[in-house]
């Protein structure tokens, strides 16, 4: 739908990455940190663990905190 197509609902992540925050393993909270899942063993990907995502210099274009606050509460695994 043109909702979904809004800049605000993309986050560029590496594939691997990607999959990870669609099954719940990874997601972002309202600081815009990257929060990894307590089911993630990996070290690599734990290293991410509260680290602040890059966002754009247009806040308009920050991605949507209702879209990650619905994500972190409902789908990340934690």
Known sequence: SEESNNIQNGIC???DL????DNGLLSIN???EVKISSLVKDELY???N??????????????????I??????IFRK
């Open 46 to 48: 734990l290293s991410l």
């Open 50 to 67: 509260d680290r602040k995502i890059r966002l754009p210099v247009s806040q308009d274009n920050w991605p949507s905190k209702e879209a």
């Open 18 to 21: 990607h999959k990870m925050l």
């Open 30 to 32: 309202s600081e815009y």
């Open 13 to 15: 992540l590496r594939a």
């Open 69 to 74: 606050s619905y994500h972190f509460k409902y």
